[in-house]
């Protein structure tokens, strides 16, 4: 099987032809994807189960469905993938200079909601700039800036990759959000004594706030009814509206989706979120990059300090 593999070479066209089929589930889709012909495809696809040395595709009823092996690769030949796209669109921005494309990852609330403002302006002020603006898990916006397949981002804090570099940029307090239909709607405030027994919308289970809202309601002796989880501020706020129960959520995400249907009251004890712009630590930044970080160290200096106005 050394022979074997010796005489099979691993080629991008190859991890690109996996990749298309494993997204479509047939080689004439993939093929149509990525404008070859379809026996292209199928002889590309052969050559990486030469590399491997086993079959990576079974065929059910004119599709093609990956195997448990195709599966634990796919993640692995993304990522690869991405590293030679991160190839291209270095050599592109080196080669023009101020002009190219900027991407940056961060979660979807963040993005919908103080980012997009940020962006827009920057795009304003660079009209020949790009932004790829993508949103992933944090475990995945992390590898992605570390190994510089994203140029930056944005991650709640604390953060200790050791392959990130990171600057504080924003900080904001906590809020329930409810139904105006909601016992509790007429509050000023909500302490946590007052959830006893209430539905609650809750984000995050196993991130750093979470743990802090468990350890809140663990320090009162107030038991957690924990009715829906999820892991996006517009998804809590949702079912909140609904009258589901009361979702605790970052104030600055979640102002976006208040309105006469959603009311966000303040929750005590005080507890702060913060995010903080990532770059790889394994390299300087980009003069584009670096002049993104710049805008976003006065944009949100700005807002910031008018957030703080409302408090």
Known sequence: MSELHAQSPLSLKSLEAFRAIIQTGSATAAANALGVTQPAISRLLAAFEE??????????KSRLFPTDEALALFKEVELTLQGA???????????????????????????AGPLADVVADFLRQ??????????????????????????CGFIQLPENHPGLRVEPMLRSHTMCALSPAHPLATRSYIE????????????????YSRLQIDDIFRQAKVPMK?????????????????????????????????????????FKPTLIYEYGFI?????????????????????????QADYLATL
């Open 85 to 111: 796209e991160r190839i291209s669109l270095l050599a592109r921005n080196i080669f023009n200079s101020d002009l190219g494309w900027l991407k940056i990852v961060a979660p979807n609330s963040f993005i």
């Open 279 to 303: 770059t790889s630590a394994h390299a300087p930044m980009s003069r584009l990059s670096q002049a993104f970080f710049e805008h976003c160290q006065r944009a949100f200096s700005d807002m």
């Open 126 to 151: 660079h009209p020949r700039v790009n932004i790829s603006l993508d949103t992933h898990s944090p475990a995945s916006a992390r590898e992605m800036v570390a190994h510089r397949s994203a140029d």
């Open 192 to 207: 946590v004594q007052d959830l006893q027994g209430e539905n609650l919308i809750l984000l995050g289970k196993g991130r």
């Open 226 to 266: 924990v009715k829906l989880e999820t892991h996006t501020v517009a998804i809590a706020c949702t079912f909140a509206k609904r009258n589901l129960g009361v979702a605790i959520v970052n104030d600055m995400l979640a102002r976006q989706y208040a309105d006469s249907n959603l009311l966000l009251i303040p």
């Open 51 to 60: 590399h491997v040395g086993f079959a990576l595709f079974y065929r059910e």
